[in-house]
């Protein structure tokens, strides 16, 4: 009973970490990565659709995209829902295939990112501290309970705190990794 609470935590703790990191991967830093374009929704005949569903996404060189729209009519509907983004980003269309430059990050702008992934990477922690409580809580209803011992609570703590001591400084080294990416010129 106690190993399940501690996996279904552990469990939790790694959705949290993989959330994080999904969440790191859409925040640009000085390389194009077209996973930036995916958050990009596009109105196709009436309902809105991924980018990536009506157009190919490459990465020509490390600051510039290629969008190739699979229907002619999509290209002024794709520049416009990438212009309307809130990215920064401005498509230069050459008949029916647009490349997209990522325009340099000013010091102001990397600034915003990095309080952007720090505030991301808070959140993930409270999320693993949150997880962290609840397998406490378990813990103590067991022992109110009678199915385990003052003991037994007191070392599935302590090795739900070890759990979440690991997982806050994985997130940790990440905040400081994507930090350093955002900062370096």
Known sequence: MLNEIQQDAQSRMNKSVASLKNAFSKIRANRAHSSLLEQIHVDYYGSMVPLSQVANISVEDSRTFKVSPWEKDMVAVIEKAIMTSNLGLNPQTMGQIMRIPLPPLTQERRGEL???VKDEAEQAKVAIRNIRRDANSDFK?????KEISRDGARKAENSIQKITDTYIKEIEAKFCEKENSLLEI
């Open 141 to 145: 209803e067991l022992l109110k309970e």
């Open 114 to 116: 990095v309080k952007i």
